[in-house]
């Protein structure tokens, strides 16, 4: 681990929860998602902003535009009839028009105002509908930062929130690598592609099905292509050791300022969503309880397992020339 770079960057992928606890951060359900939809919100900016330059005209000036309309109709249509039922009532008062049409009815106001209103009511409708759209567009502008898995060392487990809004439990070892409880790659798929950056890769499985809940770690876009190797070193340093000196460096939440511009772009101005404190401890006890039941061995084989598919991925990456052990 080159320290002093490393130390610096793992704020970004990295917080403490406490004093027994830290967050790795999610990167594809968090810094890629919200990167994707902002880099789309800068498209159709783009292209508004194309389109209404013809004419002279700012982005987005006809939807806002349509906004006002609908906002007029709805809470002061008499801004838009008045002077339609004054240009009526000229023409039908007009002498001409009596000689020429002299049982015409001189509509009242009122009558008048009742037709437009119902001709309009969906503008109504429609103006109710804008916050609604409005909201759910800041909604995936500020796109909320989804959990990513916590280790927590007095427990001498790593856990997470997986999407059935259960949690899913893995133990540490007492002996031999830390992570023996996970599989994990540091060569995971990166949403850029290419042969240079990767994601750290943890798969956490429940045991009885056998079935594995897989999360993409570390902070997106990538500041380094080490950062998969810097936070496997990380994690392993947090459960062997008192006092990991990257503690010193990270701090309670996320950091999100960067000279690359794509760090903030990406991740700041995010909602965190709400962790359900109460659930994860009930969660991580009865996991907890379920694993204190079985015997020395039962818990061996268990290990034993997923060491021997960890093997399987480490081979296959070593056939590549990549070394996923990383010690």
């Known amino acids: 681990m080159s320290k002093p770079n490393t130390y610096k960057t793992l704020k970004y992928s990295i917080r403490q929860c406490g004093e027994d606890e830290i967050e790795i951060r999610n990167s594809f359900f968090d810094g890629y998602s919200r990167g994707f939809i902002r880099l789309l919100f800068i498209g159709i900016f783009c292209m508004s902003w194309y389109q209404n330059a013809k004419y002279n005209d700012p982005p987005f000036s006809i939807e806002m535009e349509a906004i006002k309309e609908d906002f007029t109709w709805t809470f002061f249509p008499d801004e838009k009839i008045k002077p339609i039922y004054e240009d009526y009532y000229k023409w039908v008062t007009k002498p001409e028009t009596r000689e020429k049409y002299p049982n015409e009815r001189i509509e009242t106001y009122e009558e008048y105002k009742d037709y437009y ?13 804008h916050p609604l759209w409005i909201s759910f567009l800041l909604f995936l502008f500020f796109l909320p930062r989804p959990r990513g898995i916590r280790v927590n060392r007095k427990k001498r487990i790593i856990y997470a929130p997986i999407l059935n809004g259960t949690y899913r439990v893995a133990f540490v070892p007492k002996e031999g690598d830390p992570l023996g409880g996970v599989v994990y790659s540091c060569y995971g798929t990166h949403p850029l592609g290419g042969e240079y950056l990767y994601s750290f890769v943890i798969g956490m499985r429940e045991e009885h099905h056998m079935q594995q809940s897989r999360h993409y770690l570390g902070v997106y876009p990538s500041m380094s292509t080490k950062q998969s190797v810097d936070i496997l ?13 990257f503690l010193k460096h990270i701090k309670r939440r996320f950091s999100v300022g960067h000279y690359i511009a794509a760090v903030p772009f990406c991740n700041a101005f995010a909602i965190p969503v709400p962790f359900n404190r109460a659930k994860a ?16 061995n039962q818990k061996q084989k268990w290990f034993k397992a997923i060491a ?12 590549k020339g990549w070394d996923n052990h990383v010690k």
């Open 233 to 245: 070193h990380a994690v392993r340093a947090y459960l062997t050791e008192d006092n990991p000196e």
């Open 117 to 129: 209103v119902e001709r309009h009511k969906w503008n109504k409708i429609r103006f109710f509908f």
């Open 308 to 319: 021997e598919e960890q093997q399987l991925i480490n081979q296959e990456y070593a056939a």
């Open 281 to 296: 401890d009930a969660a991580i006890e009865n996991a907890l309880a379920a694993w204190n039941k079985k015997t020395n």
